[in-house]
């Protein structure tokens, strides 16, 4: 009796309008693929004034609601792919080719992923690469689902060299200014 009473109780949320929390949702990395389309001007943006060059490097990587509709897509640079063709780093507006190490520590800084909704509306960027060239796996979860949206992003690096494991500060929803924005905190916290 009680069982049927909470499937009742769930089943009129749902119906009614109210939110059903959801699972977070993993980034599945080895899902990410081709960029479907071109990257908008909004979101080349991200990728600053050498957005031509990186084209060849872009990945697109899918976020889905418990539905199975993608509400999230995240664009990244694979920097490992782009290092091997000397296509990361940029100094004085060229690729740096590999040589003068005092270039690279004055080359341009690398983009960051670009968190996009499905009509390709920039809504933030992730706080490091997704795939670099250094040691260390990453997960990227989408937590506290409300309405079919993530309102909280959270990135784990674990194995790094240096550092461990660690996780980047939160990235929390804000509905005023319509984005993601980096929670206070440490730039790298340990985590579970």
């Not at 664009?75 to 091997?84: E, G, H, S, T």
């Not at 780093?89 to 080359?107: C, E, I, Q, T, V």
Request: glycine residues 10%; hydrophobic residues 45%; charged residues 20%.
């Amino acid at each position: 009796m009680m069982s049927r009473i909470v499937l009742f109780g769930v089943a009129w949320l749902a119906l009614s309008g109210w939110a059903v929390a959801s699972p977070p949702v993993k980034l599945a990395l080895a899902d990410c693929g081709a960029v479907s389309g071109r990257v908008s001007a909004k979101a080349e943006v991200w990728f600053g004034a050498h957005a031509g060059a990186y084209r060849p490097y872009l990945t697109e990587c899918r976020v889905r609601d418990g539905r199975g509709r993608v509400v999230l897509k995240i664009v990244a640079l694979r920097q490992d792919a782009a290092a091997r063709h000397h296509r990361l780093y940029f100094y004085h507006g060229k690729p740096w080719d590999g040589r003068d190490s005092m270039a690279l520590m004055n080359a341009d800084p690398v983009p960051l992923p670009v968190i996009l909704t499905p009509d390709d509306r920039a809504v933030g960027h992730l706080q490091e690469g997704l795939f670099g060239e250094g040691p260390g796996t990453k997960a990227v979860l989408f937590e506290d689902w409300r309405d079919d949206w993530p309102r909280r992003i959270v990135m784990r690096v674990a194995g790094a060299a240096v550092l461990g494991t660690y996780c980047t500060p939160p990235l929390i929803w804000n509905a005023g200014q319509d984005e993601f924005v980096k929670s206070k905190g440490p730039a790298y916290a340990g985590c579970k």
